[in-house]
């Protein structure tokens, strides 16, 4: 279901016209040696390996990689992991060129996939991958997690780096993956910087946003990050099939709307998201929000448009639950976090830590393949304006086919 969303997603994009307003750009598949830089060989290697075909020679791999329930072996799915990871470190790296100040990739945020476990349907933790083609360049970088699951791959490959600052506002109690306890706040020079904040059933925008805010301006002072990562998993909204949150569009996209306004370079991906009409409609709107581009509610036709009746409009209502989040709860959880950040030290000393060979360095430049084709190829020379669109289909900007028709 992931790809078919992102597609629809990718769809409504191009007919409210937003492709205009973005410089869309394709990637070349990264090297399986660039994703060893957090994840282990030998997972690796068995990902490229297993097939629907041969699954039943790697029994004890499947069991030993967590492959199989939560995670199913399926055709293209190593391809399928290089393309989704491809755009999130292929983003970092434009940002780290200053090619962009946002970057969106919403195939990305599979935020649960460990060092050598795949966990929640993420085989490849790309946020992870970004986050450390960014410390390329910056010295901190900021992760929020909206996800209604908490972002335990992440947290857990950087809980012992002060470089790198995780955030997660999550439901928390009985419920995957069971992690992210406000008291979970990292480990020796990472300590004070894994912030969690523990969410009951029902949130609403006014009690998202009351928490959300005040926490992320805090990190925002004391952190100062260089650059930030945002996963948008839209599994928040209300009525997600999976979700037990009370989230609108609106709402999910003021978060957006709100971190954008910090004005730092920022790498924004996808994530969860299990009813199918709802999460086009959230990652449109998003996208319309970080080109600041106002969209109407009325949707334009376009390729799925039967998904998206009766009504046919890019906001829907909330529900009527309850929300189980007391005020009293709120704000006692949200002083909690900003005593925690009025500890952590004003600027970071000590170098990243993955638990990966030569992770106690800054981490190694890996060559990325991306596309940047000179003026004999289709594309732009450096001479020429770098933000003119090009109708050649062989060059790493990629034009809608509607896009230059008479």
């Not at 809980?159 to 995957?176: A, D, I, L, P």
């Not at 370079?265 to 199918?276: E, N, R």
């Not at 976090?337 to 990243?352: A, C, F, H, K, Y």
């Amino acid at each position: 279901m992931k790809p078919h969303r992102v597609r629809m997603t990718h769809n409504l994009v191009v007919n409210y016209g937003l492709y205009k307003k973005m410089d869309v750009f394709r990637p070349r598949l990264i090297n399986p040696t660039a994703m060893t830089r957090f994840h282990s060989d030998d997972y690796i290697n068995f990902l490229k390996v297993i097939t629907p075909d041969n699954m039943n020679d790697y029994t004890r791999q499947l069991q030993r990689f967590n492959v199989g329930e939560d995670c199913p072996v399926f055709d293209g799915m190593f391809e399928f992991c290089q393309m989704y990871t491809s755009g999130s470190i292929g983003g970092a790296a434009r940002l780290n060129d200053d090619d962009a100040d946002i970057v969106v990739n919403w195939s990305g945020g599979l935020h649960h996939a460990k060092k050598a476990e795949a966990s929640g349907f993420c085989y490849i933790n790309d946020c992870v991958l970004a986050i450390l083609e960014l410390l390329k360049k910056h010295e901190r970088v900021l992760y929020i997690d909206i996800d209604i699951h908490h972002g335990d791959g992440v947290e857990e490959a950087f809980y012992s780096t002060n470089r790198v600052m995780t955030v997660s506002f999550h439901k928390f109690g009985e419920y995957f993956p069971g992690t992210g306890d406000v008291l979970d706040i990292g480990y020796a020079q990472g300590k004070n910087f894994s912030i969690n904040f523990p969410l009951n059933d029902g949130m609403d925008d006014a009690s998202y946003h009351s928490v959300f805010k005040p926490v992320i301006s805090k990190i925002m002072e004391h952190f100062s990050p260089g650059a930030v990562v945002l996963q948008c998993g839209a599994d928040s909204l209300s009525g997600d099939r999976l979700g037990c949150f009370n989230l609108s569009v609106k709402g999910h996209g003021e978060c957006v709307n709100f971190v954008r306004s910090f004005n730092i370079p920022m790498l924004v991906l996808g994530g969860g998201g299990y009813t199918l009409r709802n999460v086009p409609r959230c990652w449109t709107y998003e996208t319309s929000v970080v080109v600041g581009e106002p969209v109407k509610d009325d949707m334009p036709f376009n390729d799925y448009y039967e998904y998206f009746g009766p009504d046919y409009s890019l906001h829907l209502p909330v529900s009527n639950m309850e929300n189980l989040n007391s005020n009293e709860y709120l704000n006692r959880t949200k002083n909690q976090l900003i005593d925690v950040l009025r500890e952590i030290e004003p600027v970071p000393g000590t170098q990243i830590q993955t638990g990966q060979v030569e992770s106690n360095l800054v981490p190694l430049s890996v060559a990325m393949e991306i596309d940047q084709p000179s003026k004999a190829d289709g594309g732009n020379s450096n001479n020429e304006n770098p933000d003119a669109r090009s109708d050649e289909r062989s060059d790493g900007r990629k034009e809608h086919e509607s896009e230059l028709a008479s």
